[in-house]
Structures are given as C-alpha cells and as structure tokens.
C-alpha cells in the first residue's frame, strides 16, 4: 500500500483513531510504543451511529507500529488489532523504530511512503492531489435527535460530533458535503471535519458563504475550521507535519485561558490573510499557528482541534455548550 506517512503522538484510543475519516490516504506511525493490548472493540450500530468507533470503517492505508501485542484483554473487546485489519484490508507492519521514523517526518515533514510485502510494490500515491472529502462524504441524509435543527454537512465526520450535540438536546440533519441548503430550514450550520486539502471543497465553502449571508450560527471543526476559513476570504497552507494527538496546548484570546486538545489535521488557516471583520479565538501554543477564528457579530466560530475528542482529551466540550446558546439567540 502506499500513501502519505504521517504520525500521531496519542497514548490511547487506537480504535477511534483507525476509524477518523481524516486519515484517509495516510500511512498512520503511532508514536505510543505497545499498541494492541487491548484489542478492538465490538462492532455495533445504535440509532444509525457506532458507539465505539469514529465511522464505519477503517479509513488509513496503511499503519507502523513498534511492539505489537498479541496478547489483549479489555472488558469491551471482541476481536484482536490484527484480525480487524485483516478484515479492513488494511497493511500493518511492526517491529519498526517508530521513534527514529517519527523523527525523521518531524524534521523532513510528512511525505509520501510505501508498504512494500514479497516483493510487489504498488504505484505512489499522493492523497493531497485527491478530492478526499468526495470519496468520504455520507451521500444519504440522516436526521438525529429532536430540537434546534443543526444542519451537519458531512465532510468525513467524526460521529462523536453528532453525539455531543444529541445530548444537547439539538436535532442533526446530516447531508453531504456539497448539498443545496438554500431551501432549507435549520437553526445553525455546523461544518465537520474530513481529510485532504480544504481548497478543493469548493461547493462547501460557497454552502458556508450563503450561511454567512443568512446570518445563522455557523460553527466548524478541523476541515470545517479551514473552510470558514476560505468562506471568510483567508486561505490555507500545508504544514510540515501537521497536528495529530490528544496534547496540543491551545490559547483562548477572549478568556486568555489555555486547554489541552485532541487535533488531526495537516492544512492551516494562513493569519495574514484573515479578514478585518474577523479575529482569531484559539492559538497553538507550541507553533502559534491559528487554532480557531470568530466573527465580531460572535455568531460565527471555528475550532481546528476536536471539541468532541475521541480519544479524550474533553477539556473543550464546553464549545458544544456554546454553540447550542447561540442557536437559543444568548
């Protein structure tokens, strides 16, 4: 197999990182040394969601880890890491000096590998020349709870999203990443996150730029941060490797309060093009690189880390909170 090579510093929540749809077309290096002991869990639907997984299916390429455990036990599992690849199709290889290959996409940046097995080695591919969010996107529409109605438009989300706003007690229609909202009625616009460049999502960025006409609550997460982004008039950049792990240390500007994260992404909103009716709302305190942005009307906000962290951490979760008072008209 081959794909881009990244790595994610997390020490656990290996099954909802295998099945982030924001790694499709990567190569995954998981930094924490003992990965499978404690296997994968069962695989169930309830109320059209997967209680323990992100989607449903693997959605990485290929993985590297360094000490592979056969040995698993866990209250929750059902099958063992390697028998879900194995029925994932997906390579894995262990065994390797994660650290020393973790370092060298550290320093050299993330860039484009293969798996090679007996021999046969596959054609490169480059994930960023791919419209990812196109082969990801759910193309059915999904309605979930009851309450204010959230229009969800679903570029490779995180099914943890949709759950924290459930239990909020808001209504998710979910639609695909391109759909024609002008017709619709909804009380908020929430943008997911998914993979790949945000620039070639060119019908969801025009979809956010009539919400912004609207004037309706409009909230993004990772992908969904950069593409406010671009609605607004900024752009992005490709970083060197990119945020992936559960201990990324962001600053609120408006509370000057700072939070541990959970983040995956590897495209950045660019500050120097951010518009004058807009101001930043979350820095990276490790490379200063903008974590979230909001309006000076306060109705529209973005985060690029994961309010809904699965794996944790859940510092931020608060900003659901936020989000369904703006819906309320606090």
């Known amino acids: 197999m081959a794909g881009e090579v990244v790595f994610n510093t997390g020490m656990v929540g290996y099954p909802e990182t295998l099945t982030d749809p924001s790694y499709t077309g990567q190569i ?13 869990p069962a695989f169930h639907s309830s109320g059209g969601l997967h209680p323990n997984y992100e989607s449903p299916a693997g959605t990485i390429r290929g993985l590297i880890v360094a000490d592979y455990s ?26 390797i000096d994660t650290r020393r290959l ?48 959230v229009l969800f438009l679903d570029c490779g989300t995180k099914e943890n999203i949709i759950r924290e706003l459930t239990i909020r007690n808001l209504q998710v229609i979910r639609v695909p990443f391109d759909y024609d909202i002008s017709q619709m009625e909804y009380d908020g616009l929430l ?15 025009q979809r956010v730029q009539l ?8 909230m993004g997460i990772c992908l969904g941060h950069q593409i406010m982004a671009l609605a607004a008039g900024a752009s992005t950049y490709k970083m060197k490797f990119g945020h992936r792990g559960q201990n990324q240390p962001v600053l609120n500007h408006l509370s000057q309060q700072a939070f541990v994260s959970s983040q995956n992404h590897g495209y950045a909103v660019d500050i120097d ?54 819906l309320e008209g606090q």
């Open 211 to 218: 919400a912004y006409q609207n004037e309706r609550p409009v």
């Open 70 to 95: 056969n040995n698993y036990q866990h209250w929750n599992e059902e099958t063992s890491l390697s028998h879900w690849l194995y029925k994932q199709r997906i390579p894995a290889l262990s065994g």
């Open 102 to 149: 973790t370092r060298h996409l550290r320093d050299k940046g993330s860039m484009l590998g293969k798996i090679i097995l007996d021999g046969k080695e596959p054609e490169w591919y480059d994930p960023n020349k791919e419209h990812l969010v196109r082969q990801i996107s759910r193309p059915e529409i999904q309605t979930f709870g009851d309450g204010k109605r």
């Open 28 to 40: 995954l290096v998981l930094t924490y040394p003992l990965i499978g002991n404690y296997g994968m």
């Open 273 to 326: 093009h951010l518009p004058k009716d807009w101001k930043t709302l979350y820095t990276n305190l490790n490379d200063q690189t903008i974590e979230g942005i909001i309006h000076e009307s306060g109705r529209f906000f973005s985060v690029q880390f994961h309010p809904e962290a699965a794996p944790g951490p859940v510092d931020t979760s608060f900003i659901f909170n936020d989000f369904a008072k703006l």
């Open 191 to 205: 943008v997911s996150n998914g993979p790949g460049d945000p620039a070639m999502c060119t019908e969801t960025i």
